[in-house]
């Protein structure tokens, strides 16, 4: 029965980090202060109120409008919101442990990195630092209560997989920087999966990288199969390495179970 109730609180907060990851979207690509000014309409500049900012419930009283200059607002922050509330509240029914909060934390940051890197094709340092401290400081305090911290990889496994994201990456650019004289994975996906690893460890690493690529052809066999690109169209590959993340999170251990039995 308490679950459920961490599961509804867990789900309030991440509609509130929901907002804040709309907030990082819109500012970070366009260098500007996370923090001020205060938010305000995209249309009108109006500052908006309290009233004006509730996750989901604004939008939905406001029909989709501004208040001041009734002005057209995309779903999409309402989406984003209510996706960030069902990542937090998958974490604690997941773990059913404290180990949901730096989790929690970490599908915040893949969920910000989606978004900005599916924008403009670049992915923040700053977001990747930040998950990196939370994914450091998990795994130090598990050393020392495992019992209250479960479900983080021990600390070598943490930096093989910190290693094993990185690394495969880095390679297959430096092989595509020499032998196709262009890019072939920008160094943001090196450093997200590094991040990434440390949460994961090198085993699920490896099957988030699996999931990645397999989503990411079948998104590039789409896109070619219905003329929306050519051969040699660059696409974001953080997204599919965000979701595969996230995925080897959660199904994992068992997708390793059902793979070698």
């Given at each position: 029965?308490?679950?459920?109730?961490?599961?509804?609180?867990?789900?309030?907060?991440?509609?509130?980090?929901?907002?804040?990851?709309?907030?990082?979207?819109?500012r970070?690509?366009?260098?500007?202060?996370?923090?001020?000014?205060?938010?305000?309409c995209?249309?009108?500049?109006?500052?908006?109120?309290?009233?004006?900012?509730?996750?989901?419930?604004?939008?939905?009283?406001?029909?989709?409008r501004?208040?001041?200059?009734?002005?057209?607002?995309?779903?999409?922050?309402s989406?984003?919101?209510?996706?960030?509330?069902m990542?937090?509240?998958?974490?604690v029914f997941f773990?059913?442990?404290?180990?949901?909060?730096?989790?929690a934390?970490?599908?915040?940051?893949l969920?910000?990195?989606?978004?900005?890197?599916?924008s403009?094709q670049?992915?923040?340092?700053?977001?990747?630092?930040?998950?990196?401290?939370a994914?450091?400081?998990?795994?130090?305090?598990a050393?020392?209560?495992?019992?209250?911290?479960?479900?983080a990889?021990?600390?070598?496994?943490a930096?093989?997989g910190?290693?094993?994201?990185?690394?495969?990456l880095?390679?297959?650019?430096?092989?595509?920087?020499?032998?196709?004289?262009k890019?072939?994975?920008?160094?943001?996906?090196?450093?997200?999966?590094?991040?990434?690893?440390?949460?994961?460890?090198?085993?699920?690493?490896?099957v988030a990288f699996?999931?990645?690529?397999?989503?990411?052809?079948?998104?590039?066999?789409?896109?070619?199969?219905?003329?929306?690109?050519?051969?040699?169209?660059?696409?974001?590959?953080?997204?599919?390495?965000?979701?595969?993340?996230?995925?080897?999170?959660w199904?994992?251990?068992?997708?390793?179970?059902?793979?070698?039995?």
């Amino acid at each position: 029965m308490y679950i459920w109730i961490w599961i509804t609180y867990a789900f309030i907060f991440g509609l509130c980090f929901g907002a804040f990851a709309n907030v990082l979207a819109y500012r970070l690509p366009r260098k500007l202060s996370v923090i001020k000014p205060a938010s305000s309409c995209p249309a009108c500049k109006h500052r908006l109120g309290v009233l004006d900012l509730i996750p989901v419930l604004s939008h939905a009283f406001l029909r989709g409008r501004c208040r001041y200059c009734k002005k057209s607002i995309s779903v999409r922050y309402s989406i984003v919101e209510l996706i960030c509330a069902m990542l937090f509240a998958g974490m604690v029914f997941f773990t059913t442990s404290l180990s949901a909060i730096p989790l929690a934390f970490l599908a915040f940051i893949l969920l910000a990195i989606t978004l900005i890197d599916w924008s403009i094709q670049e992915i923040p340092n700053n977001l990747v630092i930040a998950g990196s401290i939370a994914g450091v400081a998990w795994i130090a305090a598990a050393f020392f209560i495992p019992e209250i911290l479960p479900h983080a990889p021990v600390w070598h496994n943490a930096l093989i997989g910190a290693a094993v994201g990185a690394m495969p990456l880095l390679l297959i650019d430096r092989v595509c920087i020499w032998a196709l004289k262009k890019d072939g994975f920008g160094y943001g996906d090196v450093k997200l999966m590094a991040m990434a690893g440390l949460f994961l460890g090198w085993h699920l690493t490896l099957v988030a990288f699996l999931f990645a690529f397999i989503t990411a052809g079948a998104y590039a066999a789409f896109l070619m199969a219905t003329g929306r690109a050519k051969t040699g169209t660059y696409i974001a590959f953080g997204p599919f390495l965000c979701a595969g993340s996230l995925a080897a999170l959660w199904f994992g251990q068992e997708f390793m179970g059902l793979l070698f039995t």
